[in-house]
């Protein structure tokens, strides 16, 4: 499948592991003991292959994320000074980067009481080592608004390139992934996160990364294990016994999984929520280990995942995430100021229980936060921006800072994201739903489960404040959602020429409504100066006042 044969390829395999449609119907499974339908391999079972634009199919989100790049860099020292939560994590950063943990910014001596995880401000530290940074005492270094903004706005524009990357290796179609890449690039809170020193753009694209691996993961286990089958079932050497006939072969070290279990536990040392999205996916690629030992023919498909392939499922999923969430904080442990540090008493034993005694005070914090505030929002109103958040507002008089308006002017950072995509991302939930109850689908699953791994643990804080921006984890899937969507519009190759016309006219609409939108809406989330009536025509709706 090329670049301009863009469509939603039809699953591997139906329910219950039977042929796709697009499948070798008919025909007997590839089996461990080599009883298959001579002429048909297991990789023509279990593996599609690649579209074979390679070139293109990294040109293309290439260039794609370098558009979303200058956008996110271009004036990212506006507005000037601190804003929002910069006011906490900046100054955790720049503790992290003079002292190895977080020092009180209100004495500027002593620990600083903190409850999120230190990974996300050593990123921000480390770019405030790079570009400057504003002192305990207030002086400013260098370029201080570049310094703890840079790897928010370089974490934003990353995410392009690898979820553009992740779509073109789901759909096998380069015009998918650059159409997912597009969407990310063109959201408004994702490009909001991308220009303020806070956590959340590092969470999100830790699970980006994370997905990406995912993903890799199964490809590569799932064309290991087809290639191993067929040296089975061609008769060679010491390919099979007993045991594999049963329960199919082993696949050894399986090096994305590795990865995935680094970039989560990166995402869980940003925050505490990426735990979430740790079990989603680890149940999800449990269930694709069985069904491709099923697919493949293996005569106990869950006993054989659970034998061969769990040993590296709780390596990926539990050891080593734990192993790097533990890592984010060395500064803490080889450090004697952190807070808490040493509530027990020195020594190794000592530090451990008092790094646990913190974790439990933090896990109080969070369970027990009900503080009022005015953009405080409930998880149901993130699916239709019922109440996004500003996080700066002035209003520039005529003739002040470039305000050409004899009513006055605005100048907003509003983290709102953009209506095409929360709208019909949702829509496509629904759809990706119904895909998955039809095709089984793996993409329409990953979706789902990538969704609600995000999304639905918050709906059971209904008394914790809550913000917009908790949400921008669970955008990636409502881009694959929709991206899904796109595919089945596009239709298959053999379509009708009509057919596939209407398609591609519709998502090219779609598409175009997505860009009009984020630039409409732009103004307001670079603090832009408008003049106060541009403003007010942008406020649709009384909860984005």
């Not at 190895?100 to 996300?120: K, L, M, Q, W």
């Not at 609409?509 to 630039?519: E, K, M, P, S």
Request: charged share 15%.
């Amino acid at each position: 499948m090329t670049a301009t044969t863009a469509q939603l390829p039809r699953p591997e395999t139906g329910p219950s592991g039977s042929p796709g449609p697009g499948g070798p119907a008919g025909r007997a499974r590839v089996t461990p003991d080599g009883s298959a339908t001579p002429g048909v391999t297991a990789r023509e079972r279990l593996y599609r292959p690649m579209p074979t634009d390679r070139f293109v199919g990294w040109l293309a989100p290439v260039l794609l994320a370098v558009a979303a790049g200058v956008l996110r860099f271009w004036r990212l020292t506006e507005p000037r000074g601190m804003y929002f939560d910069e006011i906490y994590y900046v100054k955790d950063a720049w503790g992290l980067m003079t002292a190895g943990y977080e020092i009180d910014s209100n004495t500027c001596n002593g620990p600083a009481y903190v409850v999120h995880p230190p990974f996300g401000k050593w990123l921000m530290a480390a770019s405030q080592w790079l570009f400057g940074y504003v002192d305990c005492g207030g002086a400013a270094h260098g370029s201080p608004e570049l310094g703890w903004r840079f790897s928010s706005a370089l974490a934003g524009t990353l995410a392009v390139l690898v979820l553009a990357r992740t779509a073109r290796r789901m759909f096998r179609s380069t015009v998918l992934g650059c159409f997912a890449g597009l969407l990310l690039a063109l959201d408004g809170l994702e490009f909001v996160q991308s220009r303020i020193g806070i956590l959340d753009i590092f969470l999100m694209t830790g699970i980006v990364v994370a997905l990406a691996c995912l993903v890799l993961d199964r490809d590569h286990g799932r064309r290991r294990l087809a290639d191993r089958l067929d040296r089975v079932a061609a008769g060679a050497a010491g390919a099979g016994s007993a045991a594999d006939a049963r329960y199919g072969p082993r696949l050894g070290l399986r090096p994305w999984r590795v990865a995935m279990g680094v970039a989560l536990g990166a995402s869980l040392g940003v925050k505490w929520s990426a735990l979430y999205t740790v079990i989603g996916f680890a149940a999800l690629a449990l269930a694709w280990d069985i069904g491709a030992r099923r697919t493949a023919g293996v005569r106990s498909p869950v006993l054989g995942a659970l034998r061969r392939d769990l040993p590296g499922w709780l390596v990926g999923f539990v050891i080593l995430p734990i192993v790097t969430f533990l890592a984010t904080w060395t500064g803490w442990f080889v450090t004697d100021g952190g807070w808490n540090r040493h509530e027990h008493g020195d020594g190794f034993v000592n530090a451990w229980w008092s790094w646990w005694d913190y974790q439990r005070d933090v896990l109080r914090f969070h369970e027990g936060l009900s503080d009022s505030h005015p953009f405080r929002s409930t998880p149901m109103s993130w699916l239709v921006l019922g109440r996004p958040i500003a996080y700066f507002y002035s209003s520039p008089a005529f003739g002040a800072e470039g305000c050409t308006a004899p009513g006055g002017c605005s100048r907003e950072v509003i983290a709102l994201g953009n209506p095409a995509i929360w709208w019909g991302g949702t829509a496509a939930l629904v759809g990706s739903l119904a895909l998955w109850v039809r095709r089984r689908d793996w993409r329409a699953a990953l979706v789902l489960v990538g969704f609600g791994s995000a999304f639905l643990p918050w709906l059971l804080l209904p008394s914790r404040t809550m913000f917009f921006f908790y949400a921008l984890p669970s955008l990636p899937f409502l881009v694959l959602g929709l991206t899904a969507m796109a595919g089945l519009a596009l239709g298959p190759r053999d379509a009708t020429e009509a057919r596939r016309l209407g398609g591609a006219l519709s998502v090219g609409v779609y598409t175009v409504i997505v860009v009009l939108l984020f630039a409409y809406f732009y103004p307001i989330l670079a603090a832009e100066v408008i003049p106060y009536s541009s403003w007010r025509m942008r406020m649709w709706f009384p909860g984005w006042i």
